[in-house]
């Protein structure tokens, strides 16, 4: 029988209650206010694993941002898409909207000379502007640093005189190359000395923190640092029954701890397990018969596809690493003992490391510590027939 569920797994996919950001969310609605008093305000930048919902924050956030009449614009970070035109892009279409609303000819202008020297000179494509050979000659610089210093105060001194403040949500983060986030950071910095509205959302894995300090120090005081994890119970439990009760459908208490527990209060799992049993309940009140006929499902549902994508992405040596830290018992893991699941030294597996920490799977914690990106996948990993042949040729 068709029924309509109202649960939603998936990348950045919307629930339909958002559970236990309220008070992220009034706290950046503050910082929202003061920059549409033209008052440069600090950037926020979400961090936290797959699956706890910064994507679906950001963009919920970038709403509330969008009905005070600040611009947004969403961009999100890919390694084969190229940061600089998606920037550049985004400061054009500001600038095509405040051309109609306000006298501002002259700094448009002058903003359009900004990004036409960023993009002919940072994106290898360029296909913003058509140019001829002595332009191009004209405007190539190799500074992306300047450049791009250059748009951010001259699109946002055009925010200030026609009082439309900017705020530019990017996802993703932990993809941008160190030259790519030194330059943001940098352009950022210049434009909020100088006075004008103009604001960074910014979303990605646990990593990015080492990543902002490391190619800029004074980062720390640029940006307000937000971790976004799982659920606690009453919030998990509020995005567990919330959805059903548009159709009538109920949760006894039992059936809710039996989720909260099982799916440990992380976004994704829960509507990936809440999907389910909704689908397959017979009557309008769940019990906990109804979830834990339904928990070999959801494993099932989970490991052929939000863990398996993830292990398929490795190479071989990647997935010995990722079985030898499974080995240790316990996460995070130090490194040594990786290393010595594995027989091998410290300095011989830090070329895998890091691969894995650049592919997303893994990332680094405090000192020489190591867990997954992606809850639970260390319980994939046990399921999987490969891990217990590694483990026993390792003996
Ligand atoms: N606060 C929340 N309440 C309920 N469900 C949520 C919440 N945040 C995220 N989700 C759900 O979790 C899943 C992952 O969200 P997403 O924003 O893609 O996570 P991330 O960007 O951190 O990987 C989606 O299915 C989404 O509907
Ligand atoms: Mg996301």
Known sequence: MFKVNPYRPGAGLMPTYLAGRDEDIKEVE????????????????FSGLRGVGKTVLINRLQKCAESKGIFCKHIEVETRNDFISQIASCSQAF????????????LIRKSIEAIKTLVISFDPEGNTFSISVQDRDLYQTNNLTQS???????????????????????????????????SLISALHRANQLGYPIMIIGAGLPKIYKML???????????VYKD???????????????????????????AVDCIVEVSKGYP?????????????AKTNT????????????????LDNGFFKVRYERCADSDKKFIF?????????????NVAKNLNKSVTSISTTRAQLISKGIIYPIRYRELDFTVPEFSGFIQRLEEYHQWCEEME
């Open 286 to 301: 769940i019990d906990v018969t109804d979830v834990e006929s339904t928990i070999p499902e959801f494993f099932e549902e």
């Open 324 to 336: 030898a830290m499974v080995m240790c018992g316990e996460l995070p893991c130090a490194i040594s």
């Open 30 to 45: 503050l910082l929202f206010e003061a920059i549409k008093l033209n008052i440069p305000t600090q950037s926020i930048i």
């Open 213 to 223: 300090s490391d190619v800029k120090s004074y980062a720390e005081r640029l940006f």
């Open 95 to 106: 600038l095509r909207e405040v051309s109609v609303k306000e006298k501002v000819s002259g």
């Open 268 to 280: 994704f799992f829960i509507q990936q397990l809440c999907k389910i049993v909704y689908q397959k």
């Open 228 to 254: 976004i994890g799982t659920l606690p119970a009453d919030q998990a439990k509020a995005a567990i029954v919330e959805p059903a009760k548009k159709f009538s459908v109920s949760y006894t208490d039992a």
């Open 148 to 182: 791009l210093t250059d748009v951010f105060t001259s699109i946002g001194e055009t925010a200030y005189e026609s009082n439309t403040p900017i705020c530019f949500f990017i996802d993703e983060i932990q993809y941008m190359k160190a030259e790519e986030l030194g």
